[in-house]
């Protein structure tokens, strides 16, 4: 039906004459705006508005429980930060997983990201695809939900080790940073899988076997040829998982059980516990400005790369 | 050239294991949602429906599910009108700033949910337009954290699309609105079902959000889980996991025939 319909509007058009369809055209444009009217004001008015006063909340003076920003223009919230070794060490802890989960993620997705990409028949591409994309939609709780009682304390790793006398006492498998990094890889990793497929599709085939009719190994073939040509990829997966796990709470709180103090979890408990709003816009200040640095390290690696061709 | 390619041991090794990473989590609710004990051990101690059963009579998780259910439908309604009107702008106008605004849409994408919600609670609660813990303020975030997808979902179909076909309606009579229901709308169809179910789903297991929107009474699923996975693992939980995860699945199988899965991956990937 849609076949015959785009022939009847095909054949249609090859009669009109140029100057009808220019001024169909301009009809149809001067009212395009409307469209976006909107989404424009949604945005600006709940989106744009709301963060751009908690970034000046973090600049105001702290006042705890109150909660309207009162514009006096101060820095003494992120004195505060970077005088407390608690908070600029759980930026860096927070840095630190995030590079750790980032890489192993990496490590981790390429492989599958690869035969995804490389696969032939379409029913095991769609198939791969459908696992890839709806482990990345299933909500993240359910999935640490899995995990925890994988890796708990009486867990099914733990349990089962300790009932078959191979352990005495758990391995520190969960409440640790260890935990956390495992957790942020299984929630992250869809993401890095996906941005890989697009990229390793992209590359012809015939790069590999070029390299390989000269005589390069398997191995070397992808190392000098398939790798550094899919480092777009990987470089914006990475960064892509770094800016989910450093601004995740759930699985810090629930991996970490409390023990593994990054930013998400002092942000909540500045906010929750101590009604300390300003110290809390400013923690969410920093974990934005870490972010946004991991961009430009992103495209500083990522323009050394490629040699400035992009 | 023709010949199927065969993949080295290391890449199969190497698949093999990301897919545990991803699929055992998952395996692991669905059993203990199924498992007869009162937790789930290795190995396990049989199957049974006794922990659904005790889902559906959940007084905290049942009424959950649904809410979850009825945020995710109105979320997806509005995000989807919006964010394919949004679309259409975006691919067809001349303006400059386009690229600026698109940006803009997109960047719920990269700000953190926690951050997101705290600066909507605070503009509520300074603001005092009585959005504060109801239902509609939540309703906008969830908004704001799905729309991106349609849009980039919408304008992803919308790039290719040869304007001469709505051309034709036009020249043929047809007004502008008609012109675009009856020949775009029609082409983009798939697409905009694929954002709609994107936005449902991403909607309904949202859960950095209701840190600072949700109230006892306004709680979605993943809240509840998170709530409960605090103190202990119940069984019950993991069979309300294992409704989620249906639902999941089968959206994921419903879009994957409505649109290219690798095209639409290949469209939307992000640009920093």
């Not at chain 1, 702290?62 to 407390?84: E, I, K, M």
């Not at chain 2, 090794?13 to 055992?24: E, I, P, R, S």
């Not at chain 2, 009107?85 to 719920?108: E, N």
């Amino acid at each position: 039906m849609g076949g015959e319909l785009d022939m009847a509007i095909a054949s249609a058009v090859s009669q009109s004459t140029p100057r009808s369809r220019l001024s169909a055209l301009r009809l149809g444009r001067s009212r395009l705006w409307l469209l976006v009217v909107p989404m424009a004001i949604f945005f600006l008015a709940f989106f744009l508005f709301p963060v751009l006063s908690l970034l000046a909340d973090a600049f105001d003076k702290p006042l705890p429980g109150r909660v309207a920003p009162h514009g006096d223009f101060v820095l003494t919230n992120f004195r505060r930060f970077f005088s407390l070794a608690q908070y600029y060490n759980s930026a860096l802890l927070t840095i630190e997983i995030s590079v750790v989960s980032s890489i192993s993620a990496a490590i981790l997705g390429y492989p599958l990201a690869y035969m995804i990409a490389k696969i032939e028949r379409p029913a095991w591409n769609t198939v791969l695809m459908i696992l890839v994309l709806a482990s990345m939609q299933l909500d993240g709780v359910i999935r640490l939900y899995g995990m925890m009682v994988l890796l708990g304390d009486n867990g099914l790793i733990n349990g089962t080790l300790i009932r078959w006398h191979y352990l005495d006492k758990p391995l520190p498998l969960m409440y640790n940073v260890f935990g956390v990094i495992v957790g942020t890889v299984q929630i992250t990793l869809p993401f890095m899988v996906l941005s890989l497929i697009g990229v390793i599709r992209s590359i012809h085939p015939s790069f590999e076997e070029a390299a390989r009719s000269l005589g390069a190994t398997r191995w070397r073939a992808f190392r000098d040829v398939t790798l550094p040509l899919t480092m777009p990829g990987l470089l914006a997966g990475m960064l892509l998982v770094f800016a989910l796990s450093s601004s995740s709470y759930v699985v810090a709180a629930l991996m970490g059980g409390w023990k593994v103090w990054v930013l998400p979890i002092h942000i909540f408990e500045r906010i929750s516990n101590s009604g300390q709003w300003q110290f809390g816009a400013a923690l969410s200040t920093i974990l934005f400005l870490i972010n946004l640095s991991a961009v430009f390290v992103y495209q500083f690696v990522s323009s050394r790369l490629t040699g400035g061709r992009t | 050239m023709s010949q199927p390619i065969r993949f080295h041991w290391t890449i199969w090794l190497g698949a093999a294991a990301a897919l545990v990473v991803l699929l055992l989590p998952v395996v692991i609710v669905v059993m203990a949602g199924l498992t007869a004990g009162e937790y789930l051990t290795f190995p396990p101690q049989g199957l049974s429906l006794r922990w659904v059963i005790a889902f559906l009579r959940s007084p905290t998780f049942f009424p959950a599910y649904l809410f979850s259910l009825e945020l995710a439908a109105v979320t997806m309604a509005i995000s989807t009108v919006m964010g394919t009107m949004a679309a259409v702008y975006v691919t067809r106008t001349r303006f400059k700033g386009a690229p600026t605004m698109r940006g803009l849409f997109m960047s719920p994408i990269v700000l953190p949910g926690l951050v997101l919600g705290l600066a909507l609670y605070v503009f509520y609660v300074t603001t005092n337009i009585g959005l504060a813990r109801t239902f509609g303020g939540l309703l906008i975030g969830h908004v704001l954290v799905t729309s991106p997808f349609v849009l980039a979902t919408v304008s992803a179909s919308l790039v290719g699309f040869d304007l001469s076909l709505e051309e034709a309606a036009r020249s043929l009579g047809a007004g502008p609105f008609q012109a675009f229901r009856l020949v775009t709308l029609r082409i983009i169809a798939p697409a905009v079902s694929a954002g709609a179910i994107f936005a449902f789903i991403i909607s309904f297991g949202q859960f950095d959000l209701s840190l600072y929107l949700g109230t006892p009474n306004l709680t979605n699923l993943p809240y509840a889980m998170y709530i409960s996975l605090r103190y202990k693992f119940e069984p019950t939980a993991a069979a309300a996991g294992i409704f989620a995860i249906a639902l999941v699945v089968a959206s994921m199988v419903l879009s994957s025939r409505l649109v290219n899965l690798g095209k639409l991956v290949a469209n939307t990937r992000l640009r920093w």
